[in-house]
């Protein structure tokens, strides 16, 4: 058999070594799949511009469809890339995701295009837009949409079947069955793409499904160190905490969170807690405009029942929508007090960094965060402040932090160490590839699943993947 008739699965993405850029290539001189397309992101604008904007070592014409599993923006943003270079791949993703890609690929071509501004401001000279736009319009003529659980037959030698993964609304695993014709071979690959945390099911998502069986598992490992465990008994004191911060407070309590899946989450856990009692008086407001059309963007997709939910949340006598700068910026110079979600949740952007402006000099406000943030960024610098205090500079301004710092760690969305040994470890499979991970901890926890897997008796060998890795199908 020549090396033309064999079909390659190359780990093209920044996910290989990293925990952003998710992007997996299988191909043959026939055929030409992508498994998801993402963005790199670590807050470093320069940084990332290279590295989104890098040679890519595949040619996007030769494209016959790309697979995403759900459409966060470090699985799914670099698609529109693609496009504005060609390609004319068809997109399938699971039903209910277009109109949340589209929402977000607005307004990643509107980021696209403020970075290279400011870029060029900055190094007086000019910085190539990747995509705008008019590409991610062009990208929603590609879209097809297919239900959960339902073996879809792409082409003759591609067979497809998204199965719930529990990570955020609509969200999938993706399996494949890759044929080759040469060898009269059928191959199973399952991509995992980001899984939800089992121990704290969230609203809005899925629930979960174990995939048994597949000849490859490229598996996503984000939270595969174990001093990073969230169980029951941690949302419990995190609600118990958010709880009491919010009943006691004097000022603005402000809570950075990301638009998709997280805004609709704290927004409803904040109703459950004080949506019923009569005395809670206070503003809850919703201070960014891609969050507004997320939320509207739910009502739209969810069955019944959780879509009644969400109704009633968007129906509460304390919530404020705010969509318009001008609305907001007189909003935020008379407001004393509130809780206010705002984006984005790094605070590396937005009106999230506005708000901290007002609230960080005085003691009486509160910053609560519901997320992980990278060291690099500037939520990450606050959290590692002791106590949150200390002076921070924001747009090159120093600010003195006199206001609490809350940091409530169980709003993860990505399932735990202990439940990924298990899962994967279950999994009747020749190879696990491990993907997504900070590196380090990505080895250690590839020695234990091995560990695991042999205590099983199982037969799978774990790869520790890196943008350098291929398999031969």
């Avoid at 695993?173 to 399952?190: A, D, G, M, P």
């Avoid at 019923?276 to 206070?282: C, E, I, K, V």
């Avoid at 205090?389 to 090159?396: N, Q």
């Avoid at 993860?412 to 994967?424: A, G, R, V």
């Amino acid at each position: 058999m020549s090396k033309k008739d064999k079909i390659k699965l190359e780990f093209v993405g920044m996910n290989a070594d990293n925990v952003t850029g998710s992007m997996t290539l299988i191909q043959d001189k026939e055929l030409s799949i992508l498994i998801e397309s993402g963005l790199y992101q670590s807050n470093d604008v320069v940084g990332d511009y290279k590295v989104n904007n890098r040679n890519l070592n595949f040619n996007v014409k030769k494209l016959d469809y790309i697979i995403v599993g759900h459409v966060h923006a470090d699985h799914s943003m670099l698609i529109p890339r693609l496009y504005a270079e060609g390609c004319k791949a068809r997109i399938i993703m699971p039903c209910g995701s277009k109109g949340f890609f589209k929402l977000l690929g607005v307004d990643s071509a509107y980021i696209v295009e403020r970075d290279c501004i400011s870029l060029e401001k900055k190094y007086k000279k000019a910085f190539h837009r990747m995509y705008t736009e008019s590409d991610v319009y062009n990208c929603l003529n590609y879209i097809d949409e297919y239900p959960m659980g339902e073996k879809i037959k792409l082409s003759d030698r591609l067979t497809i079947r998204f199965t719930p993964s529990g990570h955020i609304v609509n969200a999938a695993q993706i399996e494949l069955w890759v044929s080759n014709n040469v060898k009269n071979r059928t191959t199973k690959i399952l991509y995992t793409s980001d899984i939800g945390n089992i121990k704290v099911p969230k609203y809005y998502a899925n629930t979960f499904e174990k995939v048994e069986k597949a000849n490859i598992v490229i598996g996503e490992c984000t939270y595969s160190d174990n001093k990073r465990m969230v169980k029951k008994e941690t949302r419990d004191k995190d609600i118990k905490k958010m709880t009491e911060v919010i009943r006691n407070n004097e000022g603005i309590v402000e809570i950075p969170i990301f638009c998709l899946d997280r805004c609709p989450n704290i927004l409803t856990i904040l109703y459950d807690i004080f949506g019923n009692d009569p005395d809670f008086n206070t503003d809850v407001v919703v201070d960014s405009p891609l969050a507004c059309k997320m939320l509207q963007e739910y009502c739209e997709v969810l069955d019944d029942e959780s879509a009644s939910k969400l109704y009633d949340v968007l129906s509460w006598k304390n919530l404020r929508l705010i969509s318009e700068s001008t609305t907001s910026k007189n909003y935020m110079m008379t407001c004393e007090k509130a809780i206010v979600l705002s984006a984005a949740g790094m605070l590396s952007k937005g009106r999230s960094r506005l708000w901290l402006k007002k609230i960080i000099e005085s003691d009486k406000n509160t910053l609560m965060f519901v997320g992980y943030a990278s060291e690099n960024t500037l939520a990450g610098a606050i959290k590692k402040a002791k106590g949150g205090r200390g002076k921070i500079k924001i747009d090159d301004v120093e600010y003195r932090n006199r206001c609490k710092v809350i940091d409530l760690k169980s709003f993860t969305s990505h399932m735990q160490h202990d439940d990924l040994l298990d899962y994967y470890s279950g999994i009747s499979a020749d190879k696990i590839c491990l993907v997504h991970g900070e590196q380090n901890s990505k080895i250690e926890f590839c020695r234990e699943l091995q560990d695991c897997i042999e205590k099983k008796g199982n037969r799978a060998r774990v790869i520790c993947v890196n943008r350098y890795t291929s398999l031969n199908l």
